[in-house]
C-alpha cells in the first residue's frame, strides 16, 4: 500500500504531480520561514553571549560562574582590567585596557594573546573607522600601534566597535576603575546577577522579552503558514480516494495512502526548505533584531530545532492527514463531510471585552499605578492578564469579526469582484481569518510597544526639537572614585587645545557646593515653614554664557546654583527646557568658586563632527572615567538604548511577520482555488474577464488582511493608552511617522507577495481546467 | 475592451459558422476539418459518441478555443482571429453558457448567481437582483431565490444554471451535455425551460448531447464523428 501511495503521487498523472509540487513548494517555503525564525531567535542569544568577554572584572559574572569558574584559575597570573565606553559620531565604543602581570595572564578571545604596553588590537569596522578620520577626532584617543583585528569570537556583531589596548601594570593598577581578575568571563549579560558592565549587551529579563515577543508574534504566523500549506488538496485527494473505495480499499488502506502522500511531500518541501533557509542565512544575518546585524555563522537554529523541524513537520503532515480523513467519510460513492463547520457567533467576541474591561477598569476606576499599597508584582499580572486577554480575544474573535465584515460588503457590493470575494470569505471565514492570525499577534504587540516607547520617550522628542545644543554639547561627569582624581584645577592642556580647537564655542566647569548647601526661605513663608536647599552644583556665569543648553544666569549675576539633568537634559521642568532656563544666582564669588572640586565639565560647540570628536578626544586624554564624555543626545540615547532596541524588534516583527501571512493567504488562497476551480474556469469561460478574477483573489486575500491590521492598530493602542493612563497618568501619544511607514511597508510587501501569486490564475481557469476537470 | 457587435449578416441569414475547423490536444486530433452553420434562432443539437470532438466544436464555434485551421464567423465577422479580451467580451455580451455541473459559483446565493453576468457588465446591485429574480417565476425556482448551490438539488441547480445563461439575453446559447447529470424527468423539465425561454427571446441555441431526447428538442441535428460533422436535418 506504501509502495502504491508513492506510485500514485509521483505517476499519479499531471494532476498528482502538480499537487505534489504545489504542497511541496509550500511546505518548502513554510520550513525556510520556520528555519530562518528559529534561527533568528538562536542568533539573538548567540549575540549575546558573545559580550561575554565584556563582564569580565564585574562581581554578577563570577557569581553565575560558581566554583568550577573560579577553581580553573589556580597558578594563573592575573590581568589588570579596565572597561570603558568610548563615543564616536554617537555610536558607543567598547575600550577595555589590559595589563598583563605575566606570561600567564589569561587572553580575552579574538586575540592570541594580550597586547604589550604600547600595542591594541580593535575590531575591523573601529579599524576602518582609525583608517579614514583625522588623528585628532579617534586616533589619538589610543595610545600605541595596532597589531592586529579583533577576531569574530570577541564581536557580538559584524559592526561591533571594540579595542583593547596593553599598558604597564604601574600605569594600570594607579586608576581606581581597573580590576585584578584571574579569569576572562565567559557569563552573558542575559545570565549576570547583580553587578553587571552597565549597557553591555541584554540583561535576562530584556532577553525573555525579546524572544517571547519574537517567538509569538514570528513563530505562531509561521506554524500556522506550514500547517495550510500541508492541508492543501486536501478535498481533491478526498475525491480521489472514493474512486478507490469503489474498487474495494479499505478505509485503512486509503489512510495509509494519504498519508504517504502526504509525507512524501513533506518530507521533499522540508529538504528544500533547508536548502532555501541555507540560501536566505546571509540575508536573516542583515535583520537588526535589537538594533545590530548579526554574524552569518550565528544564524543557524538549535541543534533540537533542526531535529524537531526535520523530523516534526513530516509527522505533523502525517497526523494531520490521518485526521483530514477523520473528519469526512470516504464512501465508494463519494465524500460527505461529518461535520459542517458551524459560522462564528457573537460569543466570540466576550474574551476581547472582557480584557479591554479589564484593562479599563484599572486604569480609570481602580487606578492602580497609583495605588502605593498595590506591590509591582501584582500590577504586572493584572496588566499581562489583561492584555495577554486582548491579544488572544482578538484571534478568537477574528473570525466572527471577519464574517460580518464579510457580510456587509456581500449586502453592498456592486462590483462582481467585490460581491464573490465577500462571499467566499463569508463562507468560511474561520480559513480566511485562520491566514492573518499571525498577523494580529505581531501587528498587536509591535503597535502595543512602540505606542508606549513613543510616549515615554516622549520628552526626548521635545530635546530634538531644542536641535542643535543636544548634539553639540559635550557632558563629561567625573563622578565616584574618579571625582578624587579631578581635583579643582582643570588642566591647562584642556583649556588650550579646545580654544585652539575649531567650532568649540565654549566651556562650562560645573562644580559642587560645600555642605551644608545655603537654606532658601520663600518670600512671605511663615516662620518654620518649608525650607529649601539650594542646587548643589554651582558654575560660572561668565563660562555658562558660551554653554547655551544648559541655560542662563540672571541679568548680573556673576556665579549661578544650578541643577542640570542631562539624562533627559532638556526635559521639561515648569514647561521649560534646561536651555529656556534661568538659574538663582549663588552667594559664592568667583574666586571661591574656582577653589571648588569639579563635578562635570561641559563644552559647548557648533556640533560639527569634527568639533564634537577632536574636544571628545582632548577630554579623554584629561579625564579617562569610566565613561567619555558624551554629547547630551548620546546620554538620552544610551537611557533609552533598551527601549530602542525593544522598538527595533517591533519594528522587524512587523515588517517580517506582514510578509508572511502574505506568503499564507497567497497559498490558502491558490489552494482553495485549485481545489474549486471549476466555478472559477466557467466563469472565465462565459466571458468574465481574468482581471475580475484576479480582483477577487486580490480582494479575498487583502480584505481580511487590511481588516486585522486595522482592528490590531485600533486595539493595541487602546490597550496601550489604558497601560499608560494606570502606570503613568499619561496619554498615548502618537507614534512618529516611522512606526506608519513600517506598517506601510509591511502591508506593500505582504500585497506584492499576494499578486506574485495572481498569474497562476490564468493556467488555473483556463480552458483545460473545465474540460478535465 | 467591448466587443464589437457583428454589423453586417452572413450570407444566407447564418448566425455562426465554421469551415474546415482543425485542432489537436497534443497528439489527439479533436477536429479534422469539422464544418457547421446555425441559422438565427435556430436549435441545434450537436450529436456523436464520446470523444467525437464535439465539446471541442462548442468552445471553438464560441471562441473559447481557437482552431489551429479554419475559420469561424459570428454574425458575419470573423470570430476566431480576435484577441482574448474581446472575445472574452463577446461572450459575455452576446453568449449565455449551460454546463453539465458544477458551473454555479457555491458561495453565492441563487439570485446573485443569476445576476452575476449581470454585474459583470457593468449594472448595478440593485437593478441586476431585480432582473435575476424575474426568472424564478419562469423557472419555477420561487422561494429559493437565497439559496446556496449546495442547497439546491441537480435539477434546481441547472434551472439557476439556464437562467443565469439567459439572464443577459444572448443571442447564442451554448449548451453543453446541459442535463448530463440529471434525470430524465428534471431533464425533460430543464429543457423545456430552456428551449421555450430561448424561442421566447428568439436566442440560438447550439446544444451539445449524446442523448436523442435531448436532441428532439432541436430544430436540427448533427453527427460529429472522429472531429467531422456529418448534416442530419431532423425538421
Known amino acids: 500500500m506504501i509502495r502504491l501511495g508513492l506510485r500514485l503521487s509521483i505517476a499519479g498523472g499531471r494532476e498528482s504531480l502538480s499537487r505534489l509540487i504545489l504542497i511541496v513548494v509550500a511546505v518548502a517555503i513554510g520550513v525556510g520561514l520556520l528555519l530562518a525564525t528559529l534561527a533568528g531567535l538562536n542568533a539573538v542569544t548567540k549575540q549575546n553571549a558573545r559580550y561575554a568577554w565584556l563582564e569580565t572584572g564585574y562581581r554578577g559574572s563570577d557569581a553565575s560562574a560558581g566554583a568550577q569558574g573560579r577553581a580553573t584559575t589556580a597558578g594563573v597570573e592575573p590581568v589588570w582590567w579596565r572597561l570603558r565606553a568610548d563615543y564616536f559620531q554617537g555610536r558607543q565604543i567598547g575600550r577595555v585596557d589590559v595589563a598583563a602581570t605575566g606570561p600567564t595572564s589569561p587572553t580575552p578571545p579574538g586575540i592570541p594573546a594580550l597586547p604589550a604596553p604600547g600595542q591594541f588590537y580593535a575590531s575591523p569596522k573601529l579599524v576602518a573607522l582609525l583608517e579614514t578620520n583625522p588623528a585628532g577626532e579617534l586616533r589619538d584617543r589610543y595610545p600605541g600601534t595596532l597589531i592586529g583585528t579583533l577576531g569574530a569570537a570577541a564581536l557580538p556583531s559584524p559592526d561591533s566597535l571594540l579595542i583593547v589596548i596593553g599598558h604597564r601594570p604601574a600605569d594600570l593598577s594607579h586608576d581606581p576603575r581597573a580590576r585584578l581578575e584571574r579569569r576572562i568571563s565567559t557569563t552573558a549579560p542575559s545570565r549576570c546577577n547583580g553587578d553587571c558592565a552597565p549597557g553591555v549587551g541584554t540583561n535576562a529579563n530584556g532577553l525573555v522579552l525579546i524572544l517571547s515577543v519574537a517567538t509569538a508574534a514570528l513563530l505562531f504566523p509561521v506554524l500556522i503558514f506550514v500547517g495550510a500549506a500541508t492541508r492543501l488538496s486536501a478535498s481533491r485527494r478526498e475525491q480521489r480516494f472514493a474512486a478507490m473505495r469503489l474498487v474495494g480499499a479499505t478505509s485503512a488502506q486509503v489512510a495509509t495512502i494519504a498519508t504517504v502522500e502526504s509525507t512524501l511531500a513533506a518530507v521533499i518541501g522540508v529538504l528544500i526548505g533547508f536548502m532555501l533557509f541555507l540560501a536566505m542565512r546571509p540575508l536573516i544575518a542583515l535583520i537588526p533584531f535589537t538594533g545590530e546585524r548579526f554574524f552569518t555563522h550565528d544564524v543557524v537554529p538549535s541543534p533540537v530545532s533542526l531535529v524537531v523541524v526535520a523530523v516534526g513537520v513530516p509527522i505533523a503532515s502525517a497526523v494531520a492527514a490521518r485526521l483530514a480523513l477523520r473528519r469526512v467519510a470516504i464512501s465508494p460513492l463519494g465524500v460527505a463531510r461529518r461535520v459542517t463547520p458551524a459560522p462564528p457567533t457573537a460569543r466570540r467576541v466576550v474574551p476581547l471585552l472582557a480584557g479591554i474591561a479589564e484593562l479599563g477598569y484599572f486604569a480609570y476606576i481602580d487606578n492602580i499605578g497609583a495605588n502605593t499599597h498595590t506591590n509591582t508584582t501584582l500590577e504586572a499580572a493584572v496588566f499581562l492578564g489583561g492584555v495577554l486577554l486582548v491579544m488572544s480575544g482578538l484571534v478568537i474573535a477574528g473570525p466572527w469579526l471577519t464574517l460580518l465584515a464579510s457580510r456587509l460588503v456581500a449586502n453592498r457590493a456592486n462590483r462582481p469582484a467585490a460581491l464573490l470575494a465577500a462571499r467566499r470569505l463569508e463562507d468560511n471565514p474561520q480559513a480566511g481569518f485562520r491566514a492573518v492570525s499571525g498577523v494580529v499577534l505581531a501587528i498587536f504587540v509591535g503597535t502595543c510597544a512602540v505606542g508606549i516607547i513613543t510616549t515615554i520617550n516622549a520628552p526626548a522628542v521635545r530635546s530634538h526639537e531644542v536641535g542643535a545644543y543636544a548634539t553639540g554639547t559635550l557632558v563629561d561627569v567625573l563622578a565616584g572614585p574618579d571625582r578624587l582624581r579631578t581635583g579643582t584645577a582643570l588642566p591647562a592642556s584642556v583649556t588650550t587645545e579646545l580654544d585652539a580647537t575649531p567650532g568649540v564655542t565654549g566651556l562650562a566647569v560645573i562644580r559642587d557646593q560645600p555642605q551644608p548647601r545655603p537654606e532658601i526661605r520663600p518670600s512671605g513663608a511663615p516662620p518654620g515653614g518649608h525650607v529649601f536647599h539650594a542646587f548643589q552644583q554651582v558654575v560660572s556665569c561668565a563660562q555658562l554664557q558660551h554653554v547655551p543648553a544648559l541655560g542662563r544666569c540672571r541679568a548680573g549675576a556673576t556665579t549661578a546654583a544650578i541643577d542640570p539633568d542631562y539624562g533627559g537634559g532638556f526635559e521639561l521642568r515648569n514647561h521649560r527646557t534646561m536651555a529656556e532656563t534661568t538659574w538663582p544666582p549663588s552667594r559664592l564669588t568667583s574666586s571661591r568658586l574656582d577653589a571648588l572640586p569639579i563635578d562635570t565639565v561641559v563644552v559647548g560647540t557648533n556640533s560639527s563632527s569634527a568639533a564634537v570628536e577632536h574636544a571628545r578626544t582632548v577630554l579623554d586624554a584629561a579625564y579617562p572615567t569610566a565613561f567619555a564624555a558624551e554629547t547630551i543626545s548620546e546620554i538620552h540615547a544610551d537611557q533609552s538604548r533598551l527601549l530602542r532596541a525593544y522598538q527595533q524588534l517591533a519594528n522587524v516583527v512587523i515588517l517580517t511577520s506582514l510578509p508572511i501571512a502574505g506568503v499564507s493567504l497567497t497559498v490558502s488562497i491558490v489552494g482553495g482555488l485549485v481545489e474549486r476551480k471549476r466555478p472559477f474556469s466557467l466563469l472565465r469561460l462565459a466571458g468574465t474577464p481574468l482581471a475580475t478574477l484576479r480582483r477577487v483573489i486580490g480582494l479575498e486575500a487583502a480584505a481580511p488582511l487590511f481588516i486585522t491590521a486595522a482592528a490590531s492598530i485600533a486595539l493595541a493602542f487602546l490597550s496601550a493608552q489604558l497601560f499608560l493612563r494606570a502606570q503613568l497618568g499619561e496619554s498615548l501619544r502618537r507614534p512618529a511617522p516611522g512606526y506608519f511607514l513600517v506598517i506601510a511597508a509591511g502591508l506593500g510587501a505582504a500585497m506584492l507577495v499576494i499578486a506574485s501569486a495572481l498569474p497562476l490564475l490564468r493556467r488555473a481557469t483556463g480552458p483545460d481546467a473545465a474540460r478535465n476537470d | ?235
Not at chain 2, 452572413?10 to 482543425?22: K, N, R, V
Not at chain 2, 453539465?100 to 458561495?107: M, S
Not at chain 2, 439572464?167 to 440529471?182: I, K, Q, S
Not at chain 2, 441555441?205 to 448533427?222: G, K, N
Open chain 2, 1 to 235: 475592451m467591448t466587443a464589437r457587435s457583428p454589423e453586417h449578416g452572413s450570407p444566407g441569414g447564418e448566425l455562426l459558422q465554421a469551415h474546415d475547423l482543425h485542432l489537436s490536444f497534443g497528439a489527439t486530433p479533436a477536429l479534422r476539418g469539422a464544418s457547421v452553420s446555425v441559422r438565427q434562432a435556430e436549435i441545434l443539437a450537436v450529436m456523436g459518441p464520446s470523444g467525437s470532438g464535439k465539446s471541442t466544436l462548442l468552445h471553438c464555434l464560441a471562441g473559447i478555443l481557437t482552431p489551429a485551421a479554419g475559420e469561424v464567423f459570428f454574425d458575419g465577422a470573423r470570430l476566431d482571429t480576435l484577441p482574448e479580451a474581446p472575445r472574452s467580451a463577446l461572450r459575455r455580451q452576446y453568449f449565455g453558457f449551460v454546463f453539465q455541473f458544477g458551473q454555479l459559483v457555491p458561495e453565492l446565493t441563487a439570485e446573485e448567481n443569476i445576476a452575476l453576468p449581470l454585474l459583470l457588465n457593468g449594472l448595478r446591485r440593485a437593478a441586476a437582483l431585480t432582473q435575476a429574480r424575474e426568472w424564478f417565476a419562469r423557472l419555477d425556482l420561487e422561494g429559493l431565490e437565497r439559496r446556496r448551490s449546495g442547497e439546491l438539488s441537480g435539477g434546481e441547480a441547472q434551472r439557476v444554471a439556464v437562467g443565469r445563461a439567459l439572464v443577459t439575453r444572448p443571442r447564442v446559447l451554448f449548451a453543453d451535455e446541459p442535463t448530463g447529470a440529471l434525470d430524465s424527468l428534471t431533464s425533460e423539465s430543464v429543457m423545456d425551460l430552456l428551449t421555450t425561454a430561448a424561442r421566447g427571446a428568439g436566442t440560438t441555441i447550439v446544444l451539445v448531447t449524446h442523448e436523442a431526447r435531448v436532441a428532439a428538442y432541436a430544430d436540427r441535428e448533427v453527427l460529429v464523428r472522429d472531429g467531422a460533422v456529418t448534416d442530419r436535418v431532423i425538421v
